[in-house]
């Protein structure tokens, strides 16, 4: 801890003092500090926590926002320097030990008293062996009975296992199993944060299996996962092919944020399902994914990520059927269009339904050849053109040859564009020549 929130928390502890308030660390800061893990947020509670919080914010002219005003459960967050912040939360009972009882997992549901954590004092009050179980790495639910005063914990346990690759209890998953159907209680939208948040870890095959097998992934993405063991390795294949992009594509190794990752995942376990994905209905252009996107809208997921997820898995659907071995520059270029900012999630999603083999250069395995191939085309001629400036642009060709916008302006800038990838022009006067051409000028 620094020395200017040491400072801040002493003050905070006179003021608490004077009004005989006892303040706790508890929750994720107390778990973090006996892993001696750096700390930036500081979780509190006690008596009218919240109340004392906005007092103590006023009186230092800091920041403060009320989190939850629910009666006995109000939160204060008092806004620090360099992203830090303060959480003062209600006590949930009379006592700190009744509020430990009500926390959801054993290293969760320790508790210390704020004079004695500043004084750097071992006295931790834990009542369920919170810290044998930090030291074991187990994630343990306090009682069975936690899961149904709030679902969301059942997908924080996995979220918590993977976060910090810890097992979780047996006992503890009897209960997830047993409340399951319960989740459909949950905000959609909390449940979907902790989706994310738990598929933005590494190696989490395990978990997702233990997840499925407790049937709570399905109450979550109900109408998916036929044929388990097959999704499964699928998942697995991806998690290996994103934990080793720079191996497996040595030349333009593509690069996925957290989020991307995260997504991503998501995406490998509802792309067999949807029906309207079928051979027929991709020859027709038919992309639609109504099972997903009607999924993903009820967990309240962002347009933009039902976005990500469906173009991901439409693309992947498209690449198994148009990618070959013997693909020429042309039909790269038409892949790479319909693609488009998904082109590399589609063309992972493609490569983890099939087999890995020893070698982990794409370029070595014929079947796996062409995702090289195309991504090679894309990062190599199709993008760096896109990032130029256009030999000519639309306001060009309405000044230049007299036209009007229109739907055919459109298709010159598009076969200029695409000439312009191929190699087949390299100068404006060759663009020119060539919308001159198109417009029969």
Not at 187 to 211: N, P
Request: aromatic fraction near 8%; charge should be neutral.
């Amino acid at each position: 801890m620094d020395i200017q929130t040491r400072s801040i928390l002493s003050e905070l502890l006179n003021l608490a003092s004077h009004q005989k308030v006892k303040l706790f660390v508890v929750g994720g800061t107390l778990r973090d500090h006996i892993m001696h893990k750096n700390i930036s947020d500081i979780d509190l509670t006690g008596t009218n926590a919240a109340e004392l919080g906005i007092h103590f914010a006023r009186s230092l002219n800091l920041r403060h926002i009320s989190l939850d005003k629910t009666p006995g459960r109000s939160t204060t967050r008092i806004i620090l320097p360099q992203q830090k912040h303060f959480d003062l939360t209600d006590m949930q009972g009379k006592t700190i030990k009744e509020d430990l009882e009500k926390r959801d997992f054993t290293i969760n549901a320790m508790g210390q008293e704020l004079s004695e954590h500043l004084s750097n004092k071992k006295t931790i009050i834990d009542l369920y062996n919170g810290k044998k179980d930090l030291n074991n790495s187990i994630i343990r639910a306090t009682s069975k009975s936690v899961f149904q005063a709030d679902p969301l914990r059942m997908v924080r346990a996995f979220r918590f296992a993977a976060k910090m690759n810890f097992s979780i209890d047996e006992e503890t998953l009897q209960g997830i199993s047993l409340y399951r159907k319960n989740i459909s209680t949950a905000a959609g939208e909390r449940v979907w944060q902790e989706l994310l948040s738990f598929f933005e870890a590494d190696d989490t095959g395990v978990l997702i299996d233990l997840m499925q097998k407790s049937k709570l992934l399905s109450c979550i993405l109900p109408e998916f996962f036929i044929d388990w063991e097959e999704i499964l390795t699928s998942y697995k294949r991806l998690e290996n092919i994103i934990s080793n992009l720079v191996l497996y594509f040595p030349r333009h190794t593509p690069t996925l944020n957290p989020s991307e990752r995260a997504l991503l995942k998501l995406s490998v376990l509802l792309k067999e399902t949807d029906k309207a994905l079928s051979i027929e209905n991709i020859n027709r252009k038919n992309y639609g994914t109504p099972n997903t996107f009607n999924t993903l809208n009820a967990l309240k997921a962002s347009n933009n990520e039902i976005a990500f997820i469906c173009k991901a898995i439409q693309n992947s659907h498209v690449f198994s059927i148009s990618l070959s071995s013997n693909l020429n520059n042309s039909s790269l270029y038409d892949l790479c269009v319909i693609g488009g900012d998904q082109l590399v999630a589609g063309l992972l999603l493609k490569a983890c339904s099939l087999p890995i083999l020893d070698s982990f250069e794409f370029s070595k395995h014929e079947k796996l050849y062409s995702c090289t191939q195309l991504l090679e085309f894309y990062f190599g001629s199709y993008l760096p053109v896109l990032g130029e400036k256009a030999l000519l642009n639309g306001n060009d060709v309405i000044r230049i040859f007299n036209i009007s916008p229109s739907p055919a302006l459109g298709n010159v800038l598009q076969s200029i564009q695409r000439a312009q990838v191929l190699g087949e022009i390299k100068t404006s006067k060759e663009a020119k020549d060539l919308a001159e051409k198109l417009l029969k000028l």
